[in-house]
């Protein structure tokens, strides 16, 4: 996997990154997640560790707060443990309904706890739904934050209604 291309984030974003305390070639202890989410059961990759060393404890405060088809009112939090600590069941809910090996890496809107896929995708599942947010770690943070194009539903449990439609 290649490494994150911080390069490649608009403006916007990077200086959104910057005020939440990122910098370029911040490199934070990811052991500090990976180690307790993995006698949780998960199974950290190698990507999952490179994003947590760069962006782990993050707070990144939204700059559009009104996205083309949803509210984007709440920080991404890069909080393994939010997202992850008692949740094995809803990260093994994703890896079968999506496929993949996913490690939790934050928590996005409404609490929902967001996954990176080992091949960079990003997904948050949450009281139900799960949606994409980018098939990179990039894209990702360029809607979360950014809410530059539509939220996709991917998946609903039986009786919702995909949200949004």
């Known amino acids: 996997m290649a490494a994150i291309q911080f390069d490649s984030l608009s403006q ?5 990154l910057v005020a939440s305390g ?4 911040r490199a934070v202890d990811a052991g500090q997640w990976v180690k307790p989410l993995e006698s949780e059961g998960y199974r950290a990759h ?13 707070s ?7 996205g083309p088809n949803f509210h ?7 909080d393994p443990f939010a997202a992850g600590s008692g949740q094995r069941a809803l990260a093994v809910e994703v890896e079968t309904v999506l496929g993949g090996d996913y490690f939790p890496i934050g928590e ?36 979360a934050v ?20």
């Not at 190698?46 to 993050?58: Q, Y």
Request: hydrophobic share 45%; proline share 10%; glycine share 10%.
């Open 146 to 165: 950014c809410a530059n194009r539509p939220l996709v539903c991917l998946h609903s449990d039986p009786g919702l209604e995909p949200w949004p439609s």
């Open 46 to 58: 190698p990507l999952a560790g490179e994003v947590l060393a760069a962006v782990g404890g993050l």
């Open 72 to 78: 984007n009112d709440e920080p991404f939090n890069l």
């Open 12 to 16: 916007p974003l990077l200086e959104a």
């Open 108 to 143: 996005w809107l409404s609490y929902s706890s967001v996954f990176l896929e080992s091949r960079g995708r990003v997904v948050a599942a949450g009281m139900g739904w799960m949606w994409e947010l980018g098939p990179t770690f990039e894209e990702s943070l360029e809607l």
């Open 22 to 25: 990122w910098s370029v070639g």
């Open 60 to 66: 990144i405060d939204p700059i559009n707060r009104v």
